[in-house]
T-cell receptor, first 114, second 111 residues
Framework: NAGVTQTPKFQVLKTGQSMTLQCAQD?????MYWYRQDPGMGLRLIYY???????DKGEVPNGYNVSRLNKREFSLRLESAAPSQTSVYFC?????????????FGPGTRLTVL | QKEVEQNSGPLSVPEGAIASLNCTYS??????FFWYRQYSGKSPELIMS????GDKEDGRFTAQLNKASQYVSLLIRDSQPSDSATYLC???????????FGRGTSLIVHP
């Protein structure tokens, strides 16, 4: 049971390049989330998916797109990276609706945009 | 005003002391409250959840919730250097699975 996994762990992009951050969970969780964490800013929600086939914007969605590929996988895409997107990105998941609403986090992706 | 407020710290306590971390929230319909610990360069991990007014103890950790005053706190007894980390407070509205996180309080436990 690996929990929540993320790839890659580190990435450096040039302004304007695109990339997809991958996230997968093997805990049969319904809800999945993407956050970014910047120094002094705490965790800010980018997008979330309450269940397979649904996605919704969070607090800071501009410049990002997401895909809930199936129940296990939730990817985050940067179409044209900007230096302001330099951050640490965390994927998280929550158990079944009606169950405990605690979050389980992946190890993070450290992204630098030059 | 951010919905969940924490003092950024750092809070510095000597080894063996009680560390007290506080969090206030603005949404009165909040029903679930969490404390996550985050070591430098690592992801957040849940250490306590609390849903009812009062105290909840788990080992050296005690979470305290006061919904009337809209605050939740975390006490760490017999603090150890290994407790040095950033502590994130998170709050869920009733029926929501979308928590709002505070910015975190940095705790330093010095020998």
């Amino acid at each position: 049971n690996a929990g929540v996994t993320q790839t890659p762990k580190f990435q450096v992009l040039k302004t304007g390049q695109s990339m997809t951050l991958q996230c997968a969970q093997d805990m049969n969780h319904n809800s999945m989330y993407w956050y970014r964490q910047d120094p002094g800013m705490g965790l800010r929600l980018i997008y979330y998916s309450a269940s397979e086939g649904t996605t919704d914007k969070g607090e800071v969605p501009n410049g990002y797109n997401v895909s809930r590929l199936n129940k296990r996988e939730f990817s985050l895409r940067l179409e044209s990276a900007a230096p302001s997107q330099t951050s640490v990105y965390f994927c998280a998941s929550t158990p079944e609706t009606g169950g405990p609403d605690t979050q389980y986090f992946g190890p993070g992706t450290r992204l630098t945009v030059l | 005003q951010k919905e969940v407020e924490q003092n950024s710290g750092p809070l510095s306590v000597p080894e063996g002391a009680i560390a007290s971390l506080n969090c206030t929230y603005s949404d009165r319909v909040s029903q679930s409250f969490f404390w996550y610990r985050q070591y430098s360069g690592k992801s957040p991990e849940l250490i306590m959840s609390i849903y009812s007014n009062g105290d909840k103890e788990d080992g050296r950790f005690t979470a305290q919730l006061n919904k009337a005053s809209q605050y939740v706190s975390l006490l760490i007894r017999d603090s150890q250097p290994s407790d040095s980390a950033t502590y994130l407070c998170a709050v869920n509205r009733g029926g929501s699975y979308i928590p709002t996180f505070g910015r975190g309080t940095s705790l330093i436990v010095h020998p």
